[in-house]
């Protein structure tokens, strides 16, 4: 049968037709804006509103027990700020379901419900006093009602009551937001749909939606590469954004700031380090600060200290910044001239990656001059001097082997062989006087470390030789190639020559230092730490120590540690029993189960444990005679050289890069890092990075500043590459 073909085109509806289509639709509008609006409705608000005023509620029950009470009173509690939120509260909310027996109406549950939606986590402000939470109230006698519903036949449109009757158990919850973001990503679908889907259109515009659409955000955010900026990020920088709940006691803002500071290795960028300390501010305040056990708290010591040390650069640009300035405003010409070596100077000790941590202070003219320049983008902590010191600013660096105090003007640069003093590093002081950095500290410096010198250096003409010198003479070499002008380099060749490096001091603590203080516990790095330590060799607690000691006459005398050996203190030491002569890095990866980090490691062999271990000129650990007395041994086992399937197990253990790197020196011995960055086509910092980190056992870096791969490394790569 052959057929017209369809006409598809679209045509013009009449005149009277859509004249008629108006009516219907003003119709509508007036039966909808007088729904609950009749008179009896209205003498109920105002019975309501009545009471809420005057405080009196007589007769409240027989209102509570009455449909057209029960609809009135939630029509409040979802449209009346004022007069709503002083009816709405657990013991009225109780006394509602309590009376309406054997149910609530549809239209007071749909009420109800849009109110959960609308407000969700913070309906918990309307009822301050309450002994639990209003919300978690509100959504027990929701899923209550909703059981109570009897079946509806089957309907062309969805039920929002069938829907939360039948899916409520997790979408009404302090975790439904979160449930429902994930399973509509899982499904690739849009998270408007799925409400009109659920029959839940409309309740999406409230607390309840926006939450969903945070969840949503911190999708987005782990799609980002690190230091990329995106609008979401201003969206999670609003409050009610960002301090949404997410899972338990934390916030949208909370997971933001941990999948940032976890994806962004050691350097995030301006775009991320700006959000972090927008959304959180500095971590280096005070631990009982308001700000720091709100937002960093929760995130643990390990992220706090991964973002402190990303602060060490702006640290050190405010400190540039504020010296050059000065320097432009007094109009000294003397300041300006020596400004390029003191930037070139530090910026190098930076780009050499030794600088670990830092601490800014900024004297009150300092800090006008920097919030003058800088205006809002100054968002960092500083610490605040005043007197002498009022026009000057100071910065510290933590630079592993040697510690710097450093000054804008009229102030020497101070060089350390270890922390000088404890107030430097602790957030607590934030106030420090010129008698402080040039009196105190040095003096608290030699009663901790009597046997350790120090240098204070004026800034004349020779100050960067003098502190060279110094370092070299206590075993510390520097590259200092990447610490002077190319210029100031070979003048200072032709006139003194490459510092000849000495022998490394070793630390003596005094009498005083002997007994540590029990470091504090952090993010389960030291609970987990307990059962690890039995894993190689038990833990020797303290008291069997000294009953074995007893006997032992040829042991040095050590005062006793009563109760300071931590379980991640006595893991080392009996680590390092059973496996004298190991690196940094076989200790790291003994305790890494625990979650132990190599800093926490590394600070108690150059801390509290000074005395009981010792390092040997290719930095390998081993105990001391008084770390052997105090676990009670008779004397160290020495193995003169690591047997070759342990070296090349840990050399198994290296990264690609790493490897990479070891094999050039390898091949190339004596080569300078700027040579192996250039043939490798990557940045001369990562090239030391990894030469200080990982690879800083295996290596060895000459007079001129070249590096070697030592002899028993190089043949077990050798083994590797035959293997191969």
Not at 194 to 220: I, K, N, P, Q
Request: charged share 25%; glycine share 8%.
């Amino acid at each position: 049968m052959n057929l017209p073909p369809i006409d598809n085109r679209p045509g013009e509806w009449s005149p009277a037709v859509i004249e008629g289509w108006v009516r219907l639709v003003e119709k509508a509008n007036r039966m909808k804006a007088k729904v609950g609006g009749s008179d009896a409705f209205e003498r109920m608000l105002a019975r309501f509103r009545d009471m809420a005023s005057s405080g009196r509620f007589d007769g409240l029950k027989e209102l509570l027990g009455r449909r057209l009470g029960a609809r009135a009173l939630t029509w409040l509690w979802l449209h009346d700020e004022v007069i709503g939120s002083r009816l709405f509260n657990a013991r009225m909310l109780d006394a509602l379901i309590e009376h309406q027996q054997p149910r609530l109406s549809r239209l007071t549950m749909i009420q109800m419900i849009q109110l959960y939606f609308r407000h969700f986590d913070r309906l918990d402000e309307r009822d301050k006093l309450a002994e639990s939470s209003l919300r978690g109230r509100l959504e027990l006698h929701l899923l209550d009602q909703l059981q109570r519903l009897p079946e509806r036949r089957q309907t062309f449109v969805t039920d929002p009551l069938a829907t939360l009757k039948r899916e409520g158990e997790w979408l009404l919850t302090v975790d439904g937001p979160l449930t429902l973001a994930k399973t509509v990503r899982e499904q690739g679908g849009e998270l408007a749909q799925t409400f009109e889907t659920l029959g839940l259109s409309g309740f999406d515009v409230g607390r309840y939606g926006d939450v969903c659409r945070a969840h949503f955000y911190l999708e987005v955010l782990r799609q980002l590469r690190p230091g990329e900026w995106d609008d979401v990020l201003d969206e999670l920088l609003k409050p009610s954004v960002s301090k949404a709940p997410y899972e338990g006691d934390k916030r949208i803002g909370h997971a933001a700031l941990e999948i940032m500071i976890d994806r962004a290795g050691d350097d995030p960028g301006d775009a991320w380090q700006n959000f972090i300390l927008s959304l959180a501010g500095d971590p280096r305040i005070a631990s009982s600060a308001q700000n720091f056990r709100e937002w960093w708290k929760p995130l643990g010591e390990e992220r706090i200290g991964k973002v402190r040390g990303w602060l060490s650069k702006e640290d050190l640009r405010l400190f540039l910044q504020a010296v050059e300035q000065y320097g432009v405003e007094s109009g000294k010409d003397d300041l300006k001239r020596m400004f390029p070596s003191r930037k070139l100077f530090l910026e190098g000790l930076f780009k050499l990656g030794l600088i670990r941590h830092t601490r800014l202070m900024l004297g009150g003219i300092a800090q006008q001059s920097v919030r003058r320049i800088l205006g809002g983008e100054v968002k960092t902590q500083f610490a605040k001097m005043d007197g002498p010191m009022n026009d000057k600013a100071v910065i510290y660096l933590d630079c592993g082997d040697f510690h710097l105090v450093e000054g804008s003007h009229s102030f020497k640069i101070w060089v350390y062989l270890a922390q000088p003093g404890p107030s430097v590093k602790s957030y607590e002081r934030n106030n420090f006087t010129h008698a402080d950095l040039t009196v105190g500290m040095p003096r608290q410096y030699k009663e901790a470390h009597p046997s350790l010198p120090y240098e204070a250096v004026t800034h004349n003409g020779t100050w960067q030789r003098k502190v060279f010198e110094f370092l070299a003479d206590n075993g510390i070499g520097v590259d200092i190639e990447q610490l002077l002008s190319r210029q100031e380099y070979k003048s200072y060749l032709s006139k003194y020559g490459m510092p000849v490096v000495g022998r490394k001091r070793e630390r003596v603590s005094s009498p005083a230092q002997l007994t540590p203080k029990p470091e504090p516990r952090s993010a389960q790095a030291f609970s987990t730490a307990e059962a690890r330590a039995a894993r190689a060799v038990p833990i020797v607690s303290t008291a069997k120590s000294e009953q074995r000691t007893q006997g032992n006459r040829q042991a040095p005398k050590v005062e006793p540690i009563e109760n300071g050996l931590t379980d991640v203190q006595s893991a080392i030491l009996n680590y390092l029993h059973a496996c004298p002569q190991s690196i940094l890095g076989d200790i790291a990866r003994a305790l890494s189960s625990q979650g132990v980090p190599m800093y926490v490691i590394r600070e108690c062999l150059q801390g509290v444990l000074a005395d009981y271990v010792f390092q040997d000129n290719v930095y390998r650990w081993s105990l001391s005679a008084q770390g052997m007395h105090l676990l009670g041994m008779a004397s160290p086992v020495v193995r003169s050289e690591p047997p070759r399937d342990t070296i090349t197990a840990d050399l198994l253990r290296l990264g690609a890069f790493e490897l990479q790197v070891l094999r050039y020196f390898a091949r190339n011995s004596g080569d300078k890092v700027r040579h192996a960055a250039n043939v490798l086509e990557v940045d001369s910092r990562e090239i030391n990075r990894v030469l200080y980190g990982p690879l800083k056992a295996l290596c060895q870096q000459g007079d001129g500043f070249g590096w070697t791969v030592n002899a028993d490394i190089s043949a077990a790569l050798d083994r590797m590459t035959t293997d191969k």
